[in-house]
């Protein structure tokens, strides 16, 4: 048995996985020369300079493609490990949420976080989910306010009472930080982050090297991680029937 928020998260991964697996072949027939036309002056195949704008601009040449290729791989690799980030913080506030609901120790749940809520904003929420659901927002946007993805990780572990495997959340931590790195500094890695992180690897100038090794070790990581959290939220029966599938 799984969370449907745990099933919504697998299914996005899915969907990202396919996006890291495509960019890869594509990488791999550009630089194997499938989409190089010798006859043209342009740098791939199929390229109209009515349309496409930019990239006509780049030379038929083995150094375009490569720039081209691997420019689009950062991109992708970029963008799959902000989403996943993104992914994770949902499905932690959705079984926040949906504990709330399901009538979870209120006083465990809220914790030190004080949450002060508009009266005519509660009574407006019509219904006991939507008033979990402000609740826990509110708890979830003090979580998130500290800055700091471990306590995140941990916090939500104390709060439902999951002991969630420390070793996961310390494993699945330094790949969850990279994406703060990529979205405020362009994925340039503090010395100290580096000391601390040596299997991070790092590319010329201190920046992240984003290969397929790595977003392969984030998966595992990651999914390693919400998997054990998914595992104990249901052996502790935190959530009603109809937030579970088989």
Do not use: C
Not at 77 to 89: A, F, L, R
Request: charged letters at 30%; aromatic letters at 8%; a positive charge.
């Amino acid at each position: 048995m799984r969370t449907k928020a745990y099933h919504s998260f697998e299914t996005k991964l899915f969907y990202f996985d396919d996006d890291i697996d495509l960019i890869e072949v594509v990488r791999l027939g550009i630089l194997n020369g499938d989409l190089t036309d010798n006859t043209s002056k342009f740098a791939l195949k199929n390229i109209n300079p009515a349309h496409h704008l930019h990239i006509k601009r780049r030379r038929n040449s083995e150094g375009s493609r490569t720039l081209l290729a691997n420019h689009l791989r950062q991109t992708v690799y970029s963008s799959y490990i902000k989403d996943i980030y993104e992914e994770v913080t949902q499905y932690l506030k959705t079984i926040l949420e949906k504990a709330a609901e399901n009538g979870f120790d209120s006083g465990r749940l809220i914790g030190e976080h004080t949450t002060k809520l508009d009266a005519r904003i509660v009574l407006a929420a019509g219904t006991w989910p939507e008033v979990a659901r402000l609740i826990t927002d509110s708890v979830f946007q003090s979580l998130e306010a500290e800055k700091s993805t471990l306590k995140l990780l941990e916090k939500v572990s104390t709060k439902l009472a999951l002991d969630v495997d420390e070793t996961l959340i310390r494993a699945a931590l330094p790949y969850l930080e990279v994406r703060h790195f990529l979205v405020h500094v362009d994925g340039k890695i503090p010395a100290q982050f580096k000391k601390d992180n040596p299997k991070i690897p790092i590319r010329a100038g201190g920046y992240i090297k984003l290969d397929y090794k790595f977003v392969s070790e984030f998966r595992i990581a990651i999914k390693n991680l919400i998997k054990d959290y998914d595992e104990k939220v249901i052996a502790a029966n935190l959530l009603k029937t109809e937030d579970i599938r088989n």
